[in-house]
């Protein structure tokens, strides 16, 4: 069975850093391509970063880059996503998702919540 469990989110003040984790389990990790994907309130889901496990290549949305880092442990099966310089419009439900193929997710984490005020 195939699981993706996220840490706990949480409040930060505009211009901190949170990291985020995705524990995997149920599949191989180190040859698997994962996303993360955020909602904002009110608003659709947006793609954040992805990683292509199996050869270490790294994408992210423009409205990240240079702030935000995608990585994995895969010793630990584990995906996470640095965040750094947070916005307020970052304030959003953040998802770990493994791809399926162009274009879309066949799993999904449970979804944290990171709120980004002073």
């Known amino acids: 069975e195939v699981q993706l469990v996220e840490s706990e989110g949480g409040l930060v003040q505009p211009g901190g850093s949170l990291r985020l984790s995705c524990a995997a389990s149920?599949?191989?990790?180190?040859?698997?391509?994962m996303s993360w994907v955020r909602q904002a309130p009110g608003k659709g889901l947006e793609w954040v970063s992805s990683?292509?496990?199996?050869?270490?290549?790294?994408y992210y949305a423009d409205s990240v880059k240079g702030r935000f880092t995608i990585s994995t442990d895969n010793a630990k099966n584990t995906l996470y996503l640095q965040m750094n310089s947070l916005k307020s419009e970052d304030t959003a439900v953040y998802y770990c998702?493994?791809?399926?193929?162009?274009?879309?997710?066949?799993?999904w984490g449970q979804g944290t919540q990171v709120t980004v005020s002073s």
């Open positions: 998702a493994k791809d399926r193929g162009p274009g879309g997710y066949d799993y």
């Open positions: 149920g599949f191989t990790f180190s040859y698997s391509a």
């Open positions: 990683i292509l496990n199996y050869i270490n290549s790294t």
